[in-house]
């Protein structure tokens, strides 16, 4: 356990208007962070220091602040959501750094997340795969059978509850030297394929998927693996496998 | 202005089917002429918006964030009630809808409670219809567990991440629509006005937080699903952008705003480090199903754990006070989170609080007791009926990884410390505002046309919220209340025809949000806005917090509209309006927060009496319990706008009936 200490340290933030401007990097220095905070609430004292001299902000996007929205983004030091594992940018601790660090902070970088402003990109792509054929196509009227009527295997239940913890995040595309989104897509096409209420539009919905991804300008997945190692939520390879296997069965039917 | 609440008549247990039987609808061919604005894509929002775009209406939804799928609903960690009675521990609809006006102490509405309990069956058959992952036993049937203030397992949940996904299922259903073009749908828009035709709801003023443009979007009916106001204490669990803008505005457009003073402070959540901080995190209640509540007996042993000298390990086990087991002994560490989070300031107001910070605050959620008991019960079930205490430790560390692994992580990346070792630190926080837009029976607030939902309304946990039942009532509200109620409002638009845009409603809407953004970036001021609402939120916590009394709330609602007035003078506003501005989106809100701050001090200033999460000091029994005064307080406090200085606002009482559940005592002894 550590005690909370004061630290200094220098930034070099990518700042960029719009996404029609090219951007560049600042430096700034950030006095007395308490090792304490959280890596926004380190943004957050910069940005108050920066209205208090009459600066520009830096435009970052956050919500929830304990790693479940997924809006949080940033590649801090060549990594995306910083030098811990299995966390969100919100959830990473000033503790990881040291009194005269240098930070590099960069937005996502992918052609199918174009920056908005300074941090901010634009992951609506994300969303129009989802709309492409991620749900089940049932009406919302609760006349529906009891829930206990058609039994799950433990199992089963766990794998796609896995599958389903994606937030969405994007740091597997920003962190694939081909902006593949696979492991996205993957999560989501398994988790409806463990389960039985998913299945009867099963090779719809991979196909769909796949397609809609493949428009929005993803890249191809080589199987690197650096999108599993940078993922916040754990999800593994095994997702891109099971869309793999069906999506060649649905595309042999 | 006479409140009718609209509730329908007849037994409880029939009022909200016969009702539904006799509401007027609107004809299929008839649905596509209608449009419908939802703002919020939360459960609520989420849910009502795919609702009604499956039903054939036109639908527009709005939400601030990049995605509908990052509302704060996602962050909901514990689970979701329903009253199934799977587990056969005699839980039954009326049970759940008995609980749910006790937990609230008596302050919640019959009839929209018991309609909420009726429908929680459902909500659990439609969740898991479209591919929500609860929890299952190994027979394959859906897992239970127990919640605060309940004796019952009915509460259904995926691991720590039960809102996240409902969530995720109700955006799928959203996404459906989406993608089959029934649902516009306008991800980082602001709503920052509601605009009125004729008396009714007709559109609304919103801006895009990219561009900066200020849209109009016209419809026969708004739906308000925009959450909850945690976030007027600048410091809760609630997202950074939760805000209170959306119910504000309508609220100074004519609809009333109830009980806003009934604040839930959730007990569970990791106590404040320092003055940057930003934001409080919620530890899920779920823990205190293992974790046992303790502070040090003396005074002088806290003191020593508080100067680093002393370790909680240390303290013996007689030295040791397992204050709600104590005071408690029928539902012991499982009290509701009202009474939960009131032992805990009393005892770190006695002394005995462990944090080492400027406050003091803090007490332990030890699981030390669990681990023993569950290593022994695992390595009995493996055979091994002479385990060693290393081998239980081991078994018993596992066994709770296994059920809580993810919030223990997150408890160490924020505190660097590991609670399978040392116990957890957790105090109360601010969580969840029971308050909100006032609605009757059919979640319509006083604006004909403008409906209110999720959390954003008053209506179904009184002065107190149980835990699991704010997802229930999300759900609720938007699959299987407004899809009948609206629908009912809008049997009288069928031949209304667009809306258009161009009327002069919506010009002077769109003037006054325009003439309000301006005025922040031309005003030559020195402050952040953080600032203020850093200061806000200080005021609020301080004297309209866990405690309040009268002679606090009285300095508060002075200290308010000083900061008010010093807000509008010295606030800086950086940028401008034609691009994305943040600290421009703070603005706004903030000045919605001061002006609710200031009303909910003043609504917990006339409520001369103590219950659920509104405790007056002056009003407590001999053992420090809350003292409810229902001859004189058994109403919902409705207050209307009556312009800029907030204490004009005028107070209407809504008095409550009891006619099915007799009113009690609350007791959790
Ligand atoms: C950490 C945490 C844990 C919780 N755990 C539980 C639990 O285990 N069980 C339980 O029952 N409850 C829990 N709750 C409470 C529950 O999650 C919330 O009460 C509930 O999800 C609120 O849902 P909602 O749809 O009303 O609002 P939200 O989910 O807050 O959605 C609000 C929506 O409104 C939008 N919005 C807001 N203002 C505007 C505007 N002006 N213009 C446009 N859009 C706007 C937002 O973008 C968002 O889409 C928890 C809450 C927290 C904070
Ligand atoms: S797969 Fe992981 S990294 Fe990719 S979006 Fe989901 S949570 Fe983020
Ligand atoms: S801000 Fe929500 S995951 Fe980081």
């Known amino acids: 356990m550590s005690a909370a200490k004061n630290i200094n340290i220098s930034l070099q933030i990518w700042r960029q208007k719009n996404s029609k401007e090219k951007g560049k990097m600042e430096t700034y220095k950030l006095n007395d962070v308490s090792t304490a905070s959280s890596f926004l609430e380190m943004l957050d004292q910069l940005n108050e220091q920066l209205v208090n001299e009459r600066k520009e902000p830096i435009a970052f996007d956050h919500d929830c602040r304990e790693g479940i929205c997924g809006m949080c983004s940033l590649y801090i030091n060549g990594r995306a959501h910083g030098p811990d594992t299995g966390i969100t940018t919100c959830q990473l601790h000033m503790r990881m750094f040291n009194d005269g660090d240098t930070i590099v902070i960069e937005p996502w970088r992918s052609a199918a997340f174009p920056v908005i402003k300074d941090l901010i990109v634009d992951r609506t792509a994300f969303d129009r795969i989802q709309q492409a054929g991620g749900f089940v196509s049932v009406n919302t009227s609760g006349n529906t059978i009891d829930a206990n009527t058609i039994p799950v295997p433990k199992d089963d239940a766990d794998k796609a509850f896995e599958a389903a913890a994606c937030i969405g995040c994007g740091a597997c595309v920003a962190t694939c030297k081909n902006g593949s989104a696979m492991l996205f897509v993957g999560a989501k096409v398994s988790q409806y394929a463990l389960l039985p209420q998913g299945k009867v539009e099963a090779t719809n919905r991979v196909l769909n998927m796949v397609r809609q991804m493949d428009e929005e300008g993803f890249g191809n997945c080589t199987n690197t693996g650096a999108c599993e190692v940078e993922c916040p939520k754990g999800i593994s390879l095994e997702n891109i496998a099971r869309m793999n296997r069906e999506y060649l069965s649905a595309s042999l039917k | ?669």
């Open chain 2, 1 to 669: 202005m006479k409140l009718d609440s609209k509730i329908p008549e007849g037994h409880i247990s029939q009022k909200w089917t016969d009702y539904k039987d006799h509401l007027k609808l609107v004809a299929p061919n008839n649905r596509p002429k209608i449009d419908i604005i939802v703002v919020g894509t939360g459960l609520a929002g989420a849910s009502a918006a795919a609702s009604f775009a499956e039903m054939g209406y036109n639908v527009k939804a709005f939400c601030y964030q990049d995605s509908p799928r990052r509302a704060h609903s996602i962050a909901a960690q514990g689970g979701i009630n329903a009253a199934k009675n799977y587990q056969n521990d005699g839980d039954s609809t009326f049970r759940l809808f008995y609980d749910t006006i006790k937990g609230g102490d008596y302050r919640a509405r019959e009839a929209n409670v018991h309609r909420l309990a009726e429908v929680s069956g459902n909500i659990i058959d439609q969740c898991v219809a479209q591919g929500v992952p609860f929890a299952r036993d190994y027979g394959g049937m859906l897992d239970n567990r127990s919640f605060g203030g309940t004796q019952v397992q009915r509460t259904f949940y995926a691991a720590g991440q039960t809102g996240q996904q409902l969530l995720l299922g109700a955006y799928s259903s959203l996404s459906r629509q989406i993608g089959l073009g029934k649902i516009d749908m306008y991800n980082r828009h602001e709503m920052l006005e509601l605009v009125k035709v004729d008396g009714k709801a007709r559109g609304i003023i919103a801006r895009n937080l990219i561009t900066g443009e200020i849209e109009r979007h016209s419809a026969h009916a708004v739906i308000i699903a925009t959450g909850g106001y945690g976030n007027v204490y600048f410091l809760s669990t609630n997202a950074m952008g939760s805000n209170v803008t959306a119910g504000w505005k309508i609220h100074k457009q004519g609809a009333l705003f109830a009980n806003p003073c009934y604040v839930q402070i959730h007990p569970t959540c990791i106590p404040v480090h320092g003055t940057n901080q930003s934001k409080l995190t919620l530890m899920s209640e779920s823990l205190r199903n293992s974790g046992r509540i303790w502070v040090p007996k003396k005074k002088e042993d806290a003191e020593a754990i508080r100067a680093g000298k002393m370790k909680p390990t240390q303290i013996a086990e007689e030295d040791r006070d397992y204050y709600l087991e104590r005071k408690y002994p029928a539902f012991g560490n499982l009290v509701p989170r009202d009474v939960a989070s009131r032992a805990a300031k009393e005892v770190c107001d006695a002394g005995h609080g462990i944090e080492a910070n400027d406050t003091n605050e803090g007490v332990y959620l030890d699981f030390s007791t669990e681990i023993q008991s569950k290593g022994k019960q695992t390595a009995y079930a493996k055979g091994n009926h002479n385990p060693s205490q290393e081998e239980i430790l081991s078994l018993g560390k596992k066994w709770l990884e296994e059920k809580y692994g993810n919030l223990f992580t997150m408890y160490q990346k924020i505190t660097d410390e590991n609670p399978y070792e040392t116990p957890m630190k957790i105090y109360p926080a601010v969580h969840y505002t029971m308050g909100g837009v006032w609605v009757d029976y059919n979640l319509q607030s006083t604006i004909p046309g403008c409906f209110v939902a999720g959390e954003a309304n008053f209506s179904d946990h009184g002065a107190n919220r149980l835990g699991a039942s704010a997802l229930m009532q999300g759900l609720a509200d938007g699959y299987f209340v407004l899809p009948y109620t609206v629908s009912d409002y809008l049997s009288g638009d069928i031949r209304t025809g667009k809306i258009s845009t161009d009327l002069p409603e919506f010009v002077e809407a769109e003037k006054n949000v325009k003439d309000s953004i301006n005025k922040f970036l031309s005003n030559n001021g020195t402050k952040t806005v953080d600032h203020f609402h850093k200061r806000l939120g200080l005021i609020m916590w301080n004297k309209v917090g866990m405690g309040r009394n009268e002679k606090g709330l009285q300095e508060a609602i002075g200290e308010i509209a000083s900061l008010k007035e010093e807000f509008y003078k010295d606030v800086y506003v950086p940028g401008s309006s034609d691009e994305l501005n943040p600290e421009l989106e703070k603005a706004l809100r903030v000045a919605d927060f001061i002006e609710l701050g200031q009303l909910m001090a003043i609504d917990a200033l006339q409520r001369k009496e103590s219950c659920g999460g509104h405790f007056r000091e002056e009003y407590q029994d001999a053992e420090g319990e809350t003292l409810r005064d229902d001859e004189n307080f058994k109403f919902v406090g409705a207050w209307e706008y009556k312009g800029y200085d907030i204490k004009n606002e005028e107070l209407h009482k809504e008095e409550l009936k009891y006619e099915f559940i007799k009113i009690a005592a609350r007791n959790y002894k």
